[in-house]
């Protein structure tokens, strides 16, 4: 496990924990990371060239979005998806999606409007499931890093990573999962900004049942 760590720097901004947690978190989105591993913050530290502090802060914010539970001076372990934790997640990026677009569309500048639209294209031609996770965490990404400090933003950030991990290990087919029209009423929302619609057609994406 401690290979697969770049050592880090140490940077002035931001702080060294967030860096150790944008490590990690990128490990979960390459898949280096595996379900029931053990992590030791030791081992990670000594890696990463940093002290174990700010790898137990990342550790700590990675424990409160449900990617790793941890048991005091027990273990530190990379947490299981279910399939009902991994159709919840879709639910929620289409719910918390679509308050963003909700909140947002309507006064986008013109490049991040642009932008949105190649988001919303690469969920529409999403092959298979690890596409359509990608393409939701790089959505909410975008819409999150519009405003951070807006206090939605704020709140959400740190999931993101937790919904592209668990969207990931949805084992049926696409077309089993998510609307594709849905997708198509998206693309034709955000192209004329109107916010209704985009919030309805992204909460839509999740088939039902």
């Known amino acids: 496990m401690v290979d697969i760590m770049p050592r880090l720097e140490r940077p002035e901004t931001p702080r060294l924990s967030a ?55 027990r273990f530190t372990r990379v947490t299981h998806v279910t399939e009902k934790l991994a159709q919840e997640s879709l639910a929620f990026a289409g719910y918390t999606g679509g308050m963003l677009l909700r909140m947002l569309l309507p006064d986008l500048s013109p490049a991040d409007h642009a932008t949105l639209r190649m988001r919303v294209r690469a969920l529409a031609v999403a092959a298979d499931v690890a596409a359509l996770a990608f393409a939701l965490e ?10 951070p400090r807006q206090f939605a933003a704020r709140m959400l950030a740190d999931t993101v990573p937790a919904v592209g991990r668990n969207v990931r290990a949805l084992r049926r087919p696409l077309e089993e999962l998510a609307d594709l029209g849905a997708v198509e009423d998206l693309r034709a929302a955000v192209e004329a900004r109107d916010a209704a619609a985009a919030e309805a057609a992204l909460r839509d994406l999740r088939r039902l049942g």
Do not use: H
């Not at 913050?41 to 424990?63: T, Y």
């Not at 449900?66 to 048991?71: M, N, Q, S, T």
């Open 138 to 147: 790089e959505l909410l990404s975008f819409l999150i890093g519009i405003d």
């Open 19 to 73: 860096r150790v947690f944008e490590v990690l978190v990128e490990a979960f989105r390459e898949g280096r990371l595996d379900e029931g591993e053990i992590l030791r913050d030791s081992e990670l530290a000594a890696r990463l060239g940093v002290s174990r502090m700010p790898v137990r802060e990342a550790l700590l914010r990675l424990e409160r979005i449900g990617l790793i539970d941890v048991e005091p001076s």
